[in-house]
């Protein structure tokens, strides 16, 4: 008897999940197409921009490295 009541709170408690989780993404403001495409680029742009200067940081380091060891 312990374990069908256990059985089913879980799914009462799954249920539960579902229909706030839906409740809340109601609640959530969605950008637009435009909005989301604005936003795409500016993360690759500074993605790239971040690759840049880690790469070049990289380097740089990795050349001191090498004149204090070598």
Do not use: C, H, Y
Request: glycine share 8%; charged share 20%; no cysteine.
């Amino acid at each position: 008897m312990a374990k069908s009541k256990q059985k089913k709170n879980i799914f009462q408690g799954i249920s539960r999940f579902w229909r706030e989780t839906v409740g809340e993404l109601r609640k959530v403001t969605w950008p637009t197409p435009k909005e989301a495409w604005a936003l795409t680029k500016i993360v690759l742009i500074v993605t790239v921009i971040m690759a840049a200067i880690l790469g070049l940081l990289d380097f740089a380091f990795s050349q001191l490295i090498g004149l204090l060891v070598g």
